[in-house]
C-alpha cells in the first residue's frame, strides 16, 4: 500500500520549495493549499463557502475573493473553523481520488500547511516539518506575499506552535540555507524508500 508522507512548516518556513524539490526527484507530491483553492472554486462548494457570510465574497467574474475571506476569517476563529469545515471534507474526498491514481508508488508527499492543526498527521505514515526561525519567516513571507508584518504574526498565532510541531514530527528540517535543506531532504528520501 501506498505510504502517505505528511510535509508541512509554518508561514514561510520554505515546504513549498521543498516540495518542489521532492516533485523534481519523481515523486508524486500533492499541493493541499493549490488543490484546495481548485476544489473552493467549485460551484457547490462556491455556493456552501458563500453561505457562511453575509455579505457578498466573490469578485464580478464569480471567483472567489481570497483577500475578502482571509480578511473575515483571520480575525474570526469561529468563522474559520465554519469554513474549514466546508473545505476540508471537499479536499479529503479530492485527495483520495488523487491517492487512487498514484497508487502504484511506495509513497507519495502531502504537502499541508496546517497539517497538525486539522489532524491531517494521523492520515499520515511519517511527517517531515520545515523549519526556519521565525524572523526569517516573517522576512520571506513578506517579500512572497507582500503581506505585512502584522498580517503574518496574525497566521503564525493561528497555527501550532513550532516546538509542539517538531514534537510531532519523524523528521525535522531547519530550512536556512537551502543547499544544506536539499542534502538533509535527500538523506530521508533515502529512508523513505526503505520503509
Known amino acids: 500500500m501506498t505510504k502517505i508522507i505528511g510535509l508541512t512548516g ?13 516533485a523534481s526527484k519523481g515523486i508524486p507530491v500533492y499541493i493541499a493549499d493549490e488543490e484546495a483553492k481548485k476544489v473552493m472554486e467549485q460551484e457547490d462548494v462556491k455556493k456552501k463557502i458563500q453561505n457562511l457570510f453575509s455579505e457578498s465574497v466573490l469578485n464580478e467574474d464569480n471567483t472567489l475573493n481570497r483577500k475578502k475571506i482571509a480578511d473575515f476569517v483571520f480575525n474570526d476563529p469561529k468563522k474559520l473553523k465554519e469554513l474549514n469545515a466546508v473545505v476540508h471534507p471537499e479536499v479529503h474526498l479530492h485527495f483520495k481520488n488523487w491517492l487512487n491514481e498514484h497508487k502504484n508508488y511506495p509513497y507519495v508527499i ?14 499520515c505514515d511519517k511527517v517531515i516539518l520545515i523549519t526556519a526561525p521565525e524572523e ?5 513571507a513578506m517579500k512572497r506575499d507582500n503581506l505585512t508584518k502584522k498580517d503574518i ?17 519523524d523528521f525535522v528540517v531547519e530550512n536556512i540555507n537551502l543547499s ?13 524508500a526503505k520503509i
Open 10 to 22: 509554518g508561514i514561510g518556513s520554505g515546504k513549498s520549495t521543498v516540495a518542489n524539490y521532492i
Open 110 to 123: 502531502k504537502e499541508v500547511a496546517i497539517l497538525f492543526e486539522t489532524g491531517g498527521n494521523k492520515d
Open 136 to 140: 526569517l519567516r516573517i522576512e520571506r
Open 153 to 169: 504574526l496574525v497566521r503564525i498565532n493561528n497555527q501550532l506552535s513550532e516546538s509542539k510541531k517538531k514534537e510531532l514530527s
Open 180 to 192: 544544506n535543506t536539499f542534502l538533509k531532504i535527500d538523506e530521508i528520501l533515502k529512508i523513505l
